[in-house]
Every structure is written in structure tokens, then in C-alpha cells.
């Protein structure tokens, strides 16, 4: 299958600690991959290393998007070739509409793709459309809405970063149909969890441990590794004041 994003041999180092080591993986395109691991595995860094953050640029190794390496490009270059990274905490723009903060990315402006959006996460488009962005949206309601900017953005791949964080059992449901329907439109999705119940929608997925590749496979294979021998594999875990939401 053509691959859209390759990470090759990865290593990240930052206070002469090794925070990601020799990893490589790929994800097709038109697919859902996820990579599953413990808080302090490495995984927000290793989307910081793909994203092309600051300060994560890799000590080694190469990143590579539809086939061009793209490792010492910027962020905003990365974005333009349609990469595009969801965090686990959505973005704050209080006082912002939900409509404009849904549209920011979107090259539709006509409000058509806006109301699909909405629609897509079974959010009332009359009442959402002119609501404020402030702290009175529960964690699943931002978590929905930044998924439903990112449905209306369109982009070639989205690294979605533990997007089942923090939520309900239902709205776990409506945010994995979204990430489905997403897929469905031609974006390649690359999930990044703790979490073994949101995998089951992935085509393939990695299991990352002290900053490595420890398992790959279908999604059932690497979960069952993960329940009953990942004590193996987390023979370290990266301290925290060395990472980024790791």
C-alpha cells in the first residue's frame, strides 16, 4: 500500500537523555494508524518529531511525507503540504464563535461544509454556530469541536493526539464515527492513545515503549500485548521534565 508518512530510524535527544530511540514506522495512506503506549513513552514527542514542533527536531534519522523528506522543514510548510497535528488539550480561543474557530482552516467558506461538520459530531448547528468559545464547554464538546475543524480542513494526514482523553463512554463513540468518517474522506489518520478502546478502529497499530517500537500489528494483536506483557517493554519511562506532554 502507498505510504503517505515514514518515520525512519528516529532518535530525539534532549538533555543528554534519549527520549525516542531508533524508531521507525510507517502509515498508509487512506488509513487509520494508531500508536498505543503508557503516559512517558514518548509518544506526544514523537507527534512533536513528525509536526516538526520546536525543540524536537530528531538527533538522527529522517522523517518523510508523500515520499519528500521533510525533516528540517517548518511547521508551517509541513501544514502547507497537508500535515496537520490535533492536540490532546484542543486550543484555546476564548471568545472566538465555534463557527470561526471551525472554519479558521477550511477552504470553503460558504457555511455548507461548517454544518456537515457540526452534523458530524451530532452538535446542534443553530445553537453551536454563534456559541462562544469559553470554559462553560465540557472537555468532550472541544475535543468534538476541534475534531469537526479538522473534518471541515480536509487534510492529506492528521496526527490526532490522545483525542479519547478525558472523555465520556459516548462521547469516546461519536469521536471514533468522526475519525472514521474522516477516513472515509480521504484523510489518513494517525491516532496517538493510552488508551486500548480506541484503537480497535485502526487498520494497523504500533505499541511504543521508552521511546521505541516494541510491537506492531492488528490492532487485537498489539492490544492483547499490551494487556498482558507490556510490563516487558516499559522497562523505562522518559521523565517528565525532559518532554512535551509525553
Known amino acids: 500500500m502507498d505510504e503517505i508518512l515514514r518515520a525512519n530510524s528516529i532518535y530525539l535527544e534532549k538533555d543528554k537523555r ?3 530511540k531508533n524508531l521507525t514506522f510507517s502509515v498508509p495512506r487512506y488509513s487509520i494508524s494508531a500508536i498505543l503506549g503508557r503516559n512517558g513513552a514518548g509518544k506526544s514527542s514523537l507527534a512533536s518529531v513528525l509536526m516538526g514542533l520546536s525543540g524536537f527536531k530528531p538527533t538522527g534519522g529522517r522523517v518523510y511525507f508523500e515520499g519528500e523528506d521533510i525533516t528540517d522543514l517548518s511547521v508551517t510548510n509541513r501544514a502547507k503540504r497537508g500535515l496537520t ?4 488539550t484542543p486550543a484555546s480561543f476564548e ?13 470553503d467558506k460558504n457555511g455548507k461544509v461548517l454544518k456537515e461538520a457540526l452534523d458530524r459530531i451530532d452538535l446542534d448547528t443553530a445553537y453551536y ?23 471541515a480542513m480536509q ?24 475519525i472514521i468518517d474522516l477516513r472515509n474522506r480521504g484523510t489518513t489518520i494517525l491516532l496517538i ?37 507490556c510490563d516487558k517493554c516499559f522497562h523505562r519511562v522518559i521523565p517528565e521534565e525532559f518532554t512535551k506532554e509525553v
Request: no cysteine.
Open 18 to 20: 534519549i527520549i525516542i
Open 85 to 88: 497535528l490535533a492536540w490532546q
Open 95 to 107: 471568545g472566538m464563535k465555534v463557527s470561526e474557530y471551525i472554519m479558521l482552516g477550511s477552504k
Open 129 to 151: 454556530t454563534n456559541r462562544i468559545l469559553d470554559k462553560s464547554l465540557s472537555g468532550g464538546e472541544r475535543k468534538r469541536i476541534e475534531l469537526a475543524a479538522v473534518f
Open 155 to 178: 487534510p492529506k494526514l492528521v496526527i490526532l493526539d490522545e483525542p479519547d482523553s478525558g472523555i465520556d463512554a459516548i462521547s469516546l463513540d461519536k469521536i471514533k464515527q468522526l
Open 193 to 229: 492513545t493510552h488508551r486500548e478502546e480506541i484503537v480497535e478502529i485502526a487498520d494497523r497499530a504500533y505499541l511504543i515503549g521508552g521511546g521505541e517500537i516494541v510491537k506492531d500489528g492488528s490492532p487485537s494483536e498489539v492490544v492483547n500485548f499490551f494487556k498482558t506483557e
